[in-house]
């Protein structure tokens, strides 16, 4: 059956065409059906609704619009169904053209409340379900178009949030995510970036969490945040990782913690490994830990403690600082930081083993290498050797006396004198020296009661002449051994 309106003249229009029902005034108005009848041994007929070709203007549209009433009617558009095969595509394509295609637009209505969900979703099947892409043409002569994912700006409340996730399975390894940016072949132009910001806020802004995935029974996932490697002549990108600065005039930037989680009841914690990679024709890269610069308060610390065991019988963790392995070996600095302020600067001390150290061992074991001591040495307790019976010197005083003139000494006679001398004690070790020669005269001293030293200058009356000292100064050193 053919029905349709006539053809124009040489220079009219053809007729239009209405297929309609009438209104109603008490119930629904009619409804219109179009199908075409069912077939044995064939195909069902298709039907095909085309807008005629044009050569003037944009060409005709063609419209479907549900009915308006209070809650508006449904657009259901189903391809066929296969009872033997696949079932039937739904394929919408927008118009060619000779400068651009036309676009596509789907978007669910305008609503003074909420305006409706839009669900783009394939269907669930007994074996799998189907794939969706979703994706820009190609280009020939150009840039290919972009993808713009984004909620709407919301007034009276908060934006909408946007949500990627791979479905869950009961086989094999699940589903993998990758975002990956573009890549360029054009000689020295730049991949494309791949950006991962929080949003803001007018308080906080919004955090970022990466985080493996739960192993249920065994291992969580592996993270590995790296730059890739470098082409045939460059360098491996650089990596960052930072807190932002601070805001305003007291805002303080963030903190970095570098961890490994807790373990369970039976288990070891896991290892922090800071390193820089081998090198092969050029240096290996150095490691730096600087605690940045501050104007009010002390310094910031910078703490490295080995672990505690609790453990009995165990050792807790050594602390191994080593300078690094050449033609040369490299050297190992230790020193305090330095004082800047006017007038009086105090540098800072270096305290080793001071609170816990059964021993503390400076210097090649084999004995065969210098240990250089520059300044003022001060020691409580000092030993030398290893033997058995080495002396430990537990104190070392010395005194010097103020300047003057033995009485002249004639042969088998003597003269003594004490002295002063703050922490000596019966049982002390003394010696005495004179600032002068003493000829063949002799000294001998002595504690005789604490804090005191007798000094004697004997005469052993070896020739028949008196003996006679210029003036000078008397040392008397006292030391003892624990």
């Given at each position: 059956m053919s029905l349709q309106t006539a053809n124009a003249g040489t220079s009219g229009v053809s007729g239009g065409m209405t297929l309609g029902t009438g209104t109603s005034t008490n119930g629904a108005s009619g409804s219109i059906a179009m199908s075409t009848g069912a077939a044995t041994s064939?195909?069902?007929?298709?039907?095909?609704?085309?807008?005629?070709?044009?050569?003037?203007?944009?060409?005709?549209?063609?419209?479907?619009?549900?009915?308006?009433?209070?809650?508006?009617?449904?657009l259901r558009m189903t391809a066929g169904q296969g009872t033997g095969g696949s079932g039937g595509h739904i394929v919408m394509t927008s118009g060619e053209g000779?400068?651009?295609?036309?676009?596509?637009?789907?978007?669910?209505?305008?609503?003074?409340?909420?305006?409706?969900?839009?669900?783009?979703?394939?269907?669930?099947?007994?074996?799998?379900?189907?794939?969706?892409?979703?994706?820009?043409?190609?280009?020939?002569?150009?840039?290919?178009?972009?993808?713009?994912?984004?909620?709407?700006?919301?007034?009276?409340?908060?934006?909408?949030?946007?949500?990627?996730?791979?479905?869950?399975?009961?086989?094999?390894?699940?589903?993998?995510?990758?975002?990956?940016?573009?890549?360029?072949?054009?000689?020295?132009?730049?991949?494309g970036a791949m950006s991962l910001t929080a949003g803001e806020g007018a308080g906080t802004g919004g955090a970022v969490t990466i985080t493996t995935g739960v192993g249920t029974a065994t291992n969580s996932g592996t993270m590995t945040l790296a730059t890739a490697a470098a082409g045939t002549n460059g360098n491996s990108g650089a990596m960052s990782i930072k807190t932002g600065a601070g805001g305003g005039t007291t805002g303080n930037s963030g903190s970095i913690e570098l961890a490994t989680g807790d373990s369970a009841t039976a288990g070891a914690t896991g290892d922090v490994s800071i390193t820089t990679g081998a090198a092969t024709g050029g240096n290996g890269g150095d490691i730096s830990l600087l605690v940045g610069e501050g104007d009010t308060g002390n310094g910031g610390a910078m703490t490295l403690t080995a672990g505690k065991t609790t453990a009995s019988g165990a050792t807790g963790g050594d602390l191994t600082v080593k300078a690094g392995q050449g033609d040369t070996g490299g050297d190992l600095i230790?020193?305090?930081?330095?004082?800047?302020?006017?007038?009086?600067?105090?540098?800072?001390?270096?305290?080793?083993?001071v609170d816990n150290a059964a021993a503390v061992l400076v210097g090649r074991s084999a004995n065969d290498g210098r240990v250089l001591l520059s300044g003022m040495v001060e020691a409580f307790t000092f030993k030398i050797g290893r033997q058995?019976?080495?002396?430990?010197?537990?104190?070392?005083?010395?005194?010097?006396?103020?300047?003057?003139?033995?009485?002249?000494?004639?042969?088998?006679?003597?003269?003594?004198?004490?002295?002063?001398?703050?922490?000596?004690?019966?049982?002390?070790?003394?010696?005495?020296?004179?600032?002068?020669?003493?000829?063949?005269?002799?000294?001998?001293?002595?504690?005789?009661?604490?804090?005191?030293?007798?000094?004697?200058?004997?005469?052993?009356?070896?020739?028949?002449?008196?003996?006679?000292?210029?003036?000078?100064?008397?040392?008397?050193?006292?030391?003892?051994?624990?």
């Open positions: 064939g195909a069902g007929g298709a039907i095909t609704l085309t807008v005629g070709d044009g050569d003037t203007g944009a060409g005709g549209a063609m419209n479907l619009t549900a009915g308006k009433s209070v809650t508006g009617g449904a000779t400068t651009a295609s036309g676009a596509v637009s789907i978007s669910s209505g305008e609503a003074s409340g909420v305006t409706g969900e839009m669900i783009v979703a394939t269907g669930s099947g007994a074996n799998a379900s189907g794939a969706m892409t979703l994706g820009t043409g190609t280009s020939t002569n150009g840039a290919t178009g972009s993808i713009s994912m984004t909620t709407g700006a919301a007034t009276g409340g908060a934006g909408g949030a946007i949500t990627v996730t791979v479905g869950d399975g009961d086989t094999g390894t699940g589903g993998a995510m990758t975002l990956t940016a573009g890549r360029t072949t054009a000689a020295s132009a730049v991949g230790l020193d305090a930081g330095q004082g800047t302020s006017v007038g009086v600067a105090y540098t800072g001390n270096i305290t080793v083993g058995d019976h080495s002396g430990l010197m537990d104190k070392h005083l010395k005194v010097d006396t103020s300047s003057f003139t033995v009485p002249l000494l004639y042969p088998s006679s003597k003269y003594g004198f004490s002295v002063n001398v703050p922490g000596a004690a019966l049982g002390d070790i003394v010696q005495v020296s004179f600032s002068s020669s003493i000829g063949e005269l002799y000294l001998t001293a002595h504690v005789s009661a604490a804090d005191t030293v007798r000094v004697t200058v004997h005469n052993p009356g070896h020739n028949v002449e008196a003996e006679q000292l210029p003036a000078g100064v008397f040392t008397v050193v006292c030391t003892s051994y624990a």
